[in-house]
């Protein structure tokens, strides 16, 4: 089992679900003995709360709008000041679906989707701008599948000339696109396009290696809604926010320990 996979089951560990179940599992066996039940008891209570709390959207907004927050969304004066640059939009991808049960080629997940529509936009705009795709798998279960090579379908699909893109599909996490990207974007200015939760990891991790890059967050999950009785329901997306909040954060700590932003 190599560093990557290892690396990948510990995070599943580590975060929501998996996490909490096994917070509960653990207090199971304590409250069926008798010396351990209280302790086993506790478990269960924090397992239980902390599910609750992060399924519900104030908990989950909560965590996750400081990472959205890091960069505004690219504006339209902000678009024309670069026009006359040699300009590479970049797009990191976000996953994709494996439909071999089908007999059809992988899809992109939907933050990849978000993603290359964003990108596809910003590319229209600018004239004589590249076009990267950057992105290999970053799922240990389906190593084979190039998550760029996915989105690069669906750019054709939407009328995106193949010469004009470039795909980078081996990388399988942020830190090796980044290093592949440094020799494929050159001299150009770059248009980062990612997940805002994403992009403050992935500019840090830009700027580590002396590319400054021109943030274009999308893909945004958080929103301005008002605190109402069915924020305080629990539901499955802002379980899955929360637990993408918490890798950011874990994702933003690792890298600072290795040197990497």
């Not at 190039?146 to 980078?168: H, P, Q, R, W």
């Not at 396009?193 to 992009?199: D, E, G, N, R």
């Amino acid at each position: 089992m190599n560093t990557f996979i290892i690396t990948k089951v510990i995070l599943f560990l580590l975060l929501p679900p998996s996490s909490l179940i096994l917070i509960l599992l653990i207090g199971f066996l304590f409250a069926i003995t008798k010396r351990y039940s209280q302790m086993g008891k506790i478990f269960i209570f924090v397992a239980l709360l902390t599910s609750y709390l992060l399924s519900i959207r104030p908990v989950s907004d909560a965590l996750i709008k400081p990472l959205e927050s890091s960069f505004p969304p690219l504006s339209k004066v902000s678009l024309n000041l670069h026009n006359k640059e040699k300009i590479t939009i970049v797009v990191l991808t976000g996953g994709a679906v494996d439909l071999v049960w089908l007999n059809i080629r992988p899809a992109p997940s939907r933050a990849s989707l978000a993603r290359l529509i964003h990108g596809i936009i910003l590319y229209r705009q600018i004239p004589d701008a590249a076009l990267v795709i950057s992105g290999g798998s970053g799922d240990p279960e389906s190593p084979d599948i190039s998550e760029a090579n996915a989105m690069k379908d669906v750019a054709i699909s939407l009328g995106i000339s193949e010469k004009d893109i470039v795909v980078e599909g081996c990388s399988k996490n942020t830190v090796e696109s980044v290093k592949a990207l440094k020799g494929i974007v050159e001299n150009r200015s770059v248009i980062l396009v990612t997940s805002a939760f994403h992009m403050k990891r992935s500019v840090a991790m830009f700027k580590k290696i002396g590319m400054n890059v021109i943030p274009a967050p999308t893909d945004y999950k958080s929103g301005q809604k008002k605190i109402t009785f069915y924020s305080f329901i629990p539901h499955a997306e802002n379980l899955e926010k929360s637990s993408t909040a918490l890798y950011e954060y874990m994702g933003l700590t690792w890298y600072k320990i290795r040197g990497a932003i």
